[in-house]
């Protein structure tokens, strides 16, 4: 370069430093930017685009920028309930400050506990509902339709629960959606598939609740705003009967959003990080709960009490209590699935149903517990294992499919889908941001990547292509959700293994959600609906079946509560 064109670059005083990083969260990398002064200290953290989970997330998203920049170190708590995520940012922003070359020692350092000191409340109402999942938000709202005062204390920062995670539908029959489409699904075979699915265990009043105000709870949905219009199969139903939201997309989060906003149009109160630790009797009457936050022990007073706290699939220690052989499985439960409801409703001396009755879901990944949803088997999707083959009819029930699973070599299978099915199924967007499915433009290109022989991967998709246009699968006799074949690449493969996915049992209940002794006594002012009840999914509960059960239910709960407040 010619000397006379060297230009002397001007003095540039840096103020400002703009860094960024990214860590692993739940549902993938979660990137951030950084903003470090002039004196080297963090100023701002921006997190970008990811994938962490709408709601379970949103505590950590929202909370822990501000907690590392307060206190300039990385050593903050995590948030309660979304600790991955609170990990994902934390790893996100030493990243950052690594590559922009800052000794992170600097930013790791003790973070000093404030000392809280707790207070005494005492809060009345006309009911305190525990749990502010899919049955407490759908109780809550319907109640306060008719007028009524209403808490939810939820122990969790966000709401939702295991309601967050379902991803497949709402089974329900004799819908306007169902007619439509002319299908001649009944409130009777509705009944008979969740009993066959569940083994004949399940309690036939309960279920034949849950079938007979399946359809207006649909339209229950639709007039406060969440609409399920699209069907599709799912495992163990006659027909096509699980209601999903325009798109497929996740109908958990669809459900929870929609309630929430209801929720808050109604003003109704939910006191967040609010755990129940007591059901309080007066004269054999639920009277009120005792619950705590992290300041304050309350007393809430009420007319009646809604139990919706949901299940316990998250408490390794009480499954595997009720259940030995499922010690070391993964949960597909948000983390607050921990079945203090049970216990409080025990100790007021509420009977258990089918307790030991525990489900475990055939196509979890096992890395992130990340559940792949019955409905990409429902639209069209198979299972094979390491050797490229089909081993089961996939739409069989979960247990079934499970066992199958357990029984391949290696214990797990990988479930293949295409293109096509992603573009109709909304909820497969979150295995592909999450980076748990591969995909590849061919079938051998796929196989190649998880260590199966192409051409027998490839002789699978074609035996089955067949199946689907002959309406005949020779091999495993399956005959739903054969509407599509597999032949729109790109092509998709999640490894997937059983994990513990649905606690069927739980608290006695009579179809009025009336909380019942062992002895089949009612327990006066207290109900209770969702996942914490036993007796609705026998021995097995279907896809689709727990949407229907916490709505269906949530709304029964409520009408019963104030029809007893009435009396
Ligand atoms: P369901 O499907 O029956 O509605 P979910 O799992 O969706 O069940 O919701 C149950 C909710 O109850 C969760 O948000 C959970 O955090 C909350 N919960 C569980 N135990 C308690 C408790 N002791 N106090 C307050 N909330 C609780």
Redesign the pocket.
């Known amino acids: 370069m010619p000397a006379e064109e060297v230009t002397e670059a001007p003095v540039e005083v840096v103020s400002e430093v703009v860094l960024t990083g990214s860590g692993q969260g739940f549902g993938g990398q979660i990137p951030v930017e950084v903003i470090m002064d002039s004196d080297n200290k963090i100023k701002a953290i921006t997190i970008g685009e990811h994938n962490e989970s709408a709601g379970i997330s949103d505590g950590a998203i929202d909370n822990m920028p501000g907690r590392i920049i307060e206190n300039q170190s990385l050593m903050v708590d995590t948030v309660s ?1 979304a600790t991955t995520s609170s990990k994902g940012i934390l790893s996100a922003v030493e990243n950052a400050l690594v590559s922009g070359g800052y000794d992170v020692a600097d930013f790791k350092t003790e973070v000093a506990k404030e000392e809280i000191t707790k207070t005494n409340e005492t809060l009345h109402t006309d009911i305190v509902i ?9 109780a809550a709202i319907e109640a306060t339709q008719a007028g009524k005062d209403v808490i939810i ?4 920062s ?7 995670k379902a991803t497949g539908g709402m089974n329900a029959t004799e819908t306007s959606v169902q007619a439509a489409e002319n299908i001649p699904d009944t409130v009777e075979t509705f009944v008979k598939d969740t009993i066959k699915g569940g083994y004949e265990l399940n309690d036939v009043e309960l279920v034949n609740k849950m079938a007979e105000e399946s359809a207006e709870a649909i339209d229950w949905l639709a007039s406060i705003d969440a609409p399920l219009v699209q069907l599709s199969f799912s495992g163990g139903a006659t027909y096509s009967r699980i209601h999903q939201p325009e798109g497929g997309e996740p109908v958990g989060a669809f459900l929870v959003e929609h309630l929430l906003d209801e929720a808050e149009e109604l003003g109704i109160e939910i006191m967040y990080n ?4 007591q059901i309080v009797m007066e004269d054999g009457v639920a009277s009120g709960i005792l ?1 705590n936050s992290e300041a304050v022990d309350y007393m809430i007073d009420s007319e009646a009490v809604i139990l ?4 316990f699939g998250a408490n390794e220690e009480m499954y595997a209590s009720y259940k030995p052989e499922l010690e070391g499985f993964v949960t597909t ?2 983390p ?3 079945g ?2 049970i216990s ?1 409703a025990q100790e007021v001396g509420a009977g258990l149903t089918d307790i030991e009755q525990i489900q475990i879901h055939p196509t979890v990944h096992q890395g992130t517990s990340i559940m792949v949803t019955e409905g990409v088997r429902g639209d069209g999707g198979i299972l094979v294992n390491q050797s490229g083959k089909r081993f089961t009819n996939e739409l069989l029930t979960r247990d079934v499919v499970s066992a199958a699973e357990i029984a391949q070599d290696g214990g797990f299978a990988y479930v293949i889908f295409d293109q096509f099915l992603r573009e109709h199924l909304g909820a497969t967007e979150t295995y592909i941001k999450s980076g748990i499915a591969v995909q590849a433009d061919t079938i051998e290109e796929l196989a190649e990547m998880i260590e199966i022989d192409p051409a027998t991967l490839a002789n699978t998709l074609k035996t089955w292509n067949e199946a689907v246009a002959n309406k005949n699968d020779a091999e495993f006799s399956r005959s739903t959700g054969m509407e599509h074949d597999l032949s729109s690449p790109p092509y998709y493969a999640v490894k997937v293994s059983p994990g513990v996915h649905h606690t069927m049992g739980g608290v006695s209940i009579n179809p009025d959600a009336e909380v019942l002794t062992a002895e089949g006594d009612v327990i006066p002012g207290l109900f209770a ?5 036993g007796g609705v999914h026998g021995g097995n509960r279907l896809g689709g079946n ?1 949407v229907a ?2 709505i269906v239910f ?1 709304r029964v709960a409520a009408q019963s509560a104030n029809d007893y407040i009435a009396e």
Not at 130 to 138: D, S, W, Y
Not at 158 to 164: I, S
Not at 274 to 277: D, I, V
């Open positions: 309930g525990i749990g502010a999942g899919g049955a407490g938000l759908t204390v939820e122990k969790m966000f709401a939702g629960g295991n309601t967050l609010t755990e129940a630790t619950a919706a706290s949901g299940g439960n948000h607050g699935a921990t203090d409801g409080m609906a969702g996942e914490v009840v727990a059960d916490i949530g």
